[in-house]
Structure formats: structure tokens, C-alpha cells
């Protein structure tokens, strides 16, 4: 502060591109107007307003502002402004031709936390906004852009006749990437806007809508790899179209007691999205033009699709409603290769059959249950011979000799019993074995033991870990032994141990190597494995993850994957955890007399540090990485698992994300291709324009 006593006296004393170091304690600061970084040296460091700013660059780091209700905390006036990790109460103006940037940043508790206007600038990273009327105003020919952030809790005050909304854009531009909208009345609330981009977004537990969208002709929203669900209200649909045009894609809005989508007068192009309703109508809509294809609707209690005076083309969809269409006045709109479900009718001869075969339930159990992925390919690849050995002798086709035999290599505790376990259950589905039982031995109780004691039928999980009997003595004795075991065709062996004790059994004779063809290599858990495993565990105790909890949880996994925390990183030390957690989460709902609730933040029992909790405060920001061009997608929790890469169009499964200051995310950052330009997917947005 330049020896000043007050920070006024101190930016008086300063020169252009000064720095200004701010110390604990609360300053009355009213205006900047030179270009200068303003950083708090220690927590506690609070600016007093209502501030105006001019300065031509301007950095606000680490500091809270507090203003008054009588006008925004700070007003931008002209020129370029940057907030990193700020707090700020209050509100923000930014004025004609300004640029605002947040970095990590908090506002609240304001009418309008962001307000930008006459054809100013804002973009919001790792930002979030909350308790506000407006979490974010947009107005005036202004543009804004949104990057892994969240705004909630944004409502209208008790009485007053306007509804809150999350964001409220009027004649603006609007580019949102990775973007969570919860717990709003409104969640994005658009007026004549021109062009309006979101990508990734997460629309949750809005009071009247997710999105009410009221445009001129000319007026363009899009929406792509977007999820609506838990609305409170039935008086709008989730997503309310008047006007102007909707492009949705790979989108899914699930089914609530309210409309999933309407459209009045607007122009719809709907392509491989799903819609539904639990009572009300899927999609109403009236006087539009739809272009869809690749679409499902789906009404439980009420149709499916509702048209009157429309037109355009639906193509290759399917409508399951009571009754599936009611199209009135619609002469012109045409639907091709689509199948209609009436949901109300139960003759057996008319209703799918909803009972997948015995493959895709045991594919559906190895998804849930092995958490890596090259272990699942593995493994598919192994049963799915199993099935058409099993098809083909069914036929009557002569039977190959094939050996089912696996060796699991890897460290202790990441998943081969489970891995075990899946593939003798799907050898016993189809004929290979007679019993889906695992039966786990060690090679010293092999030695010991003989051959007489084991079960006779079944899989056989035979443990080479640390193997104190196998010398060279008895290592003829141990090559007969697992010969004769694998000789016998009612009898699965799935070995499994670190690399070298693997490679020390095969090395013992060349009818053991070709038995142990199918050889599948664990790493390490990672933190979407760890992740994983501890939300099966809540299924199968019928406990459902709030979304905080949810992504506590998963920061915490790589925050203890990359600090390499055993306590944490086994199976073993996922079900103390979960153990825990569900102790604490009994215990509330007993206070509660409440049984259904959600597992919430409180009841994890993480051990926090400070580095922990202080990456949990700065919003953190994750993403997937496609498996066909390993390009990078933002990920938000309450997507849709089955996401689409929007480099190369290709669907593929993203149950949880990688946090960006993670290792994780590094690792498969640096091995990826390069992609240009400052957003995750604006290049890619474009080629699809």
C-alpha cells in the first residue's frame, strides 16, 4: 500500500501497471481509473464500495467486496477488468464497450450478480453465482461466455411479480460450455436474442422452467448434449419456445410431471435427443415447422406428441404416449419410418418385449461391475466368443477346443475379484462351466492340499501372490498340478497376481502358456475406477448420491490418486469409506424420520486438508476424453452418461470426469491431439454451423 494508511492514499501515490498489495482488513475504496493489479496479501482483505472503475487493465486478485443495496458493489466504466478468485457482494455493472473476466470467482446476494449492457463483454470461468434475482443480465447488444461454471439459487424476492432467473439475456449473445443451472425459477430466460450456444449444460430443479426462450424470426438457440430434469412446477413445460428457432441435439430431457418441451410459432430441429413425461404431454407444439430425426418421445400417462397446424418432416423416431401422436390440422407434416407405441395398450402381440437377451444383461452387469476399461474390453471379447460357441451349438455346428482360462495381472485390490467373478458367471450362462461359483485358493494351499480337496465344478480362482511353497524343488509338482487343472473341461481357472509371479507359473511349461491365452492387465485404480466403486455400493443399498456429494466425492478420488493415498485407492479402502459414509447418512435419517433422502456432502466423512477443501471452494472444472480421436469434452455432472464427442461425432460412455488440475487429466491432456483456439469446442461448433 505504498505506506499508506488507506487505500484511497495509496492508488493516489500510483503509476500506470502499478501493483497495490492490500493487507487484512476492510478499505473504502470508491474509485480505480488507472491501469493497475490490486491483490489481497492474506485472507481477510475487503473492499468497500460502491467502486467505479476506469482504468485502461485492471486485476482484482484474491480480495471480497462489499457494497450497499442502493447500487451494484462496482461499476465498469470503460476498459479491461479481471477478477481472480474475488468474492463479490453485491453486484457488477459493466457499461458501453468494457470487458469483464472471471477467474474462480464468487458473486451473491445481489438484484443482478452480473449485469452487462451496451454491447459489453463478459466471460465467466470457473465462476459461480448464487442468490441473486438475476444471476446473470445480459442486455443490449452484449455478449457473454460461460466456461465450467454454476449458477443457482436465483430467485424472485417474496411478492414481487417478476420471476428470478439464472441467466436473463435481452437482444444478446449467449456461449455456454460446461455450464450448471440449479435451483433457479427460470434457469435461462431469453429475449429476441440472436444467437444463443450451449454446450454440456445441466438444467436442475428450476421452480418454473428450465428454459423460456420468446424470439424474433431471426432468433437462434442451440442446444447440444444438454440434460433437463426435476423441475418443481407444471405451469411451463421444461424447455418453452415462442418464436425463433431451437436446434437440439443429443439432448435429453427426462421425465417430470410437467411438458417436456412446447413450441408456439417457432421452428424445430430435433436430431438423436430423447423427451419425455411422466402426465403431461412430451412435446406440444403449435404453428411450428419441425425437421427431427433419430428422436424418442415418450409420455407415461398422455401423448407423446401433440401438433396441430405444423409442418415439416419427423424421420426414423419412435412415440410412445396415450395415444402416441395427436397431430390435428397438420396436413404437411409427414412422418417417415417411425414407430408408434400406444403405452395403453397390453395385448402381448402389440407391446415390445422390454426383457434384453442374456448377452446384453450380461453386458449391462459387466458395465456396473468392472469399473477399467480395458479390463471391460477384455472381458467382452472373452464372453462374447463364449456366446456364439454357446449359438453354435445350439445349431448343431461342430465345437472348436478353446480354452475360457484367464490370467489377471495386476496390483492387489483393484478389481480382479470382481473381474473373476463377472466371467465365471457368464461361462455358466452359456454352458461353459456348471456352477457360477468362485472358489479362491492359493498356489501354497494347492501344494499343501492336492488336487482332492477342490471343488469339482466351477471356477477356480487361483492366487499366485507371494507363493512361499513354489521353489525349485516343487515347481514340477506345481506344473502338473495347474495342468491337470486346466485339463479339466468342468473347471474354470482364473489366475491372478503381480507380472513377474504370473509369468514365473507360465514360464513352467508351454501346455500352461497356451491354456492362459486370455491374459488381462489391471493398473492401478484411477479416480473414476475408485469413483465408481463407491457409487455401485450405493446402488446396491438403494442410496442415491446428491449432485455436491457426487462431486466431492470424485475430486476427493483424485485428489488421493495423486497423492497416491493407499488408505483410499483399493477396494478395501473405498468400502471403509462408503461404511462410514452410510453410518452417517443412517444417523440423519433416523434424526430426520426421513428415509429417502440423498447422501449428502456431510455425510462422506472425507478427510479434508486444506489443499482438499480449497480445490473443492474453486469450483472445479472437469472433462472426458473421447476414446475414438482423444479429443477433449466438458463434463458436468446430471449429463447424460452416453455422451457425443463434438469433434468427431462418435457416442461413447462418461460416467464421471476427469478434474482438470488432476494428473489424470494431464496424462491424457498431453497424448491427445492439440486442439486451437480458447473454448473446449468452439472450432468444432462452427464446422457443424
Known amino acids: 500500500m505504498f505506506d499508506s494508511k488507506t487505500v484511497a492514499a495509496a492508488l493516489k501515490k500510483t503509476s500506470p501497471d502499478d501493483g497495490v498489495l492490500i493487507p487484512a482488513g476492510e478499505y473504502e475504496i470508491t474509485e480505480v481509473d488507472k491501469s493497475l493489479r490490486i491483490r489481497a496479501v492474506e485472507n481477510g482483505a475487503i473492499l468497500r464500495g460502491p467502486m467505479v472503475v476506469t482504468g485502461d487493465f485492471v486485476v482484482f486478485s484474491g480480495l471480497k467486496f462489499r457494497g450497499n443495496d442502493e447500487a451494484p458493489t462496482i461499476e465498469i466504466r470503460k476498459g479491461i477488468v479481471v477478477f481472480e478468485e474475488c468474492l463479490i457482494e453485491g453486484g457488477i455493472r459493466v457499461c458501453e464497450g468494457a470487458q469483464v473476466y472471471f477467474n474462480v470467482c464468487h458473486l451473491r446476494k445481489a438484484e443482478e450478480g452480473l449485469c452487462v449492457t451496451d454491447r459489453s463483454v463478459a466471460e465467466l470461468f470457473r465462476t459461480s453465482v448464487s442468490?441473486?434475482?438475476?444471476?446473470?443480465?445480459?442486455?443490449?447488444?452484449?455478449?457473454?461466455?460461460?466456461?465450467?461454471?454454476?449458477?443457482e439459487q436465483c430467485a424472485a424476492k417474496p411478492g414481487a411479480d417478476e420471476l428470478g432467473a439464472g441467466i436473463f439475456a435481452e437482444e444478446s449473445s449467449i456461449y455456454a460450455e460446461g455450464l450448471t443451472l440449479r435451483g433457479n425459477s427460470v434457469g435461462l430466460y431469453l429475449q429476441d436474442c440472436p444467437e444463443v450456444r450451449v454446450l454440456s449444460a445441466y438444467f436442475s430443479e428450476h421452480h418454473a422452467a428450465s428454459i423460456i426462450s420468446v424470439g424474433l424470426a431471426s432468433s437462434k438457440l442451440h442446444l447440444r448434449s444438454c440434460s433437463f430434469d426435476k423441475q418443481a412446477s407444471a405451469r411451463c413445460g421444461q424447455v418453452n419456445i415462442t418464436g425463433g428457432s431451437l436446434l437440439m441435439e443429443h439432448s435429453v430431457i427426462r421425465p417430470e410431471g410437467t411438458v417436456g418441451l412446447t413450441a408456439n410459432q417457432a421452428r424445430l430441429e430435433l436430431f438423436h435427443s430423447r423427451l419425455e413425461s411422466i402426465s403431461e404431454i412430451a412435446v406440444d407444439t403449435q404453428m411450428s415447422h419441425i425437421e427431427a430425426e433419430d428422436i424418442s418421445l415418450q409420455s407415461i400417462g398422455n401423448t407423446a406428441l401433440s401438433a396441430s397446424d405444423c409442418r415439416g418432416a419427423i424421420k426414423r423416431s419412435s412415440f410412445t404416449g396415450q395415444p402416441p401422436t395427436s397431430i390435428q390440422r397438420s396436413n404437411d407434416l409427414v412422418l417417415e419410418e417411425c414407430k408408434l407405441i400406444d403405452s395403453g395398450v397390453t395385448d402381448q402381440d402389440t407391446v415390445e418385449k422390454r426383457a434384453g437377451s442374456a448377452m446384453d444383461a450380461l453386458m449391462e452387469a459387466l458395465n456396473q461391475t468392472v469399473s477399467h476399461e480395458n479390463v471391460r474390453a477384455e472381458l467382452e471379447c472373452i464372453i462374447r466368443q463364449a456366446h456364439a460357441a454357446y449359438r453354435r451349438g445350439l445349431r448343431g455346428f461342430p465345437m472348436t477346443t478353446q480354452s475360457f482360462h484367464a490370467a489377471l495381472i495386476g496390483p492387489k485390490s483393484v478389481g480382479e475379484e470382481s473381474a473373476g467373478s463377472m466371467l465365471s458367471q457368464a461361462l455358466h450362462v452359456f454352458s461353459i462351466i456348471s456352477s457360477p461359483e468362485l472358489h479362491r485358493v492359493t498356489i501354497d494351499q494347492l501344494l499343501e492340499d492336492g488336487l482332492e480337496s477342490l471343488p469339482k465344478e466351477g471356477a477356480l480362482f487361483l492366487s499366485a501372490r507371494e507363493a512361499?511353497?513354489?521353489?525349485?524343488?516343487?515347481?514340477?509338482?506345481?506344473?502338473?498340478?495347474?495342468?491337470?487343472?486346466?485339463?479339466?473341461?468342468?473347471?474354470?481357472?482364473?489366475?491372478?497376481?503381480?507380472?513377474?509371479?504370473?509369468?514365473?507359473?507360465?514360464?513352467?511349461?508351454?501346455?500352461?502358456?497356451l491354456a492362459f491365452s486370455n491374459i488381462i492387465n489391471f493398473a492401478s485404480y484411477g479416480?473414476?475406477?475408485?469413483?465408481?466403486?463407491?457409487?455401485?455400493?450405493?446402488?446396491?443399498?438403494?442410496?442415491?448420491?446428491?449432485?455436491?456429494?457426487?462431486?466431492?466425492?470424485?475430486?476427493?478420488?483424485h485428489f488421493y490418486s495423486d497423492r497416491m493415498d493407499r488408505r483410499f485407492t483399493s477396494v478395501e479402502g473405498v468400502l471403509s469409506l462408503y461404511q462410514r459414509a452410510r453410518r452417517l447418512y443412517l444417523e440423519r435419517c433416523g434424526r430426520l424420520e426421513r428415509f429417502d433422502c440423498e447422501m449428502e456432502s456431510q455425510d462422506l466423512d472425507l478427510p479434508m486438508d486444506k489443499v482438499l477443501r480449497h480445490a473443492t471452494d474453486r469450483m472445479p472444472a472437469f472433462s472426458?476424453?473421447?476414446?475414438?480421436?482423444?479429443?477433449?469434452?466438458?463434463?458436468?455432472?446430471?449429463l447424460d452418461r452416453t455422451m457425443v464427442c463434438v469433434h468427431c461425432e462418435k457416442p461413447y460412455l462418461a460416467k464421471w470426469g476427469l478434474w482438470r488440475e488432476s494428473f489424470a487429466y494431464r496424462r491424457l491432456k498431453e497424448a491427445a491431439p492439440r486442439i486451437e483456439g480458447g473454448a473446449i469446442s468452439r472450432r468444432a461448433h462452427h464446422s457443424h454451423k
Not at 447488444?141 to 454454476?150: D, F, I, K
Not at 512361499?468 to 515347481?475: D, E, L, Q, R
Not at 466403486?533 to 462431486?551: V, Y
Not at 472426458?624 to 446430471?638: A, I, L, M
Request: aromatic share 6%; charged share 20%.
Open 527 to 557: 479416480p473414476v475406477e475408485l469413483t465408481n466403486l463407491f457409487t455401485q455400493a450405493c446402488i446396491r443399498d438403494g442410496i442415491t448420491l446428491s449432485s455436491d456429494a457426487a462431486l466431492a466425492l470424485l475430486l476427493a478420488f
Open 624 to 638: 472426458s476424453f473421447c476414446p475414438s480421436c482423444s479429443k477433449e469434452n466438458p463434463w458436468v455432472h446430471g
Open 131 to 151: 442468490s441473486c434475482h438475476a444471476g446473470v443480465a445480459v442486455r443490449h447488444g452484449s455478449s457473454c461466455a460461460l466456461y465450467a461454471s454454476r449458477i
Open 468 to 513: 512361499t511353497g513354489f521353489t525349485t524343488a516343487t515347481a514340477a509338482t506345481v506344473r502338473t498340478l495347474i495342468e491337470n487343472l486346466t485339463r479339466d473341461p468342468e473347471v474354470l481357472v482364473i489366475m491372478e497376481g503381480e507380472r513377474e509371479e504370473i509369468r514365473r507359473v507360465l514360464r513352467l511349461s508351454p501346455a500352461i502358456q
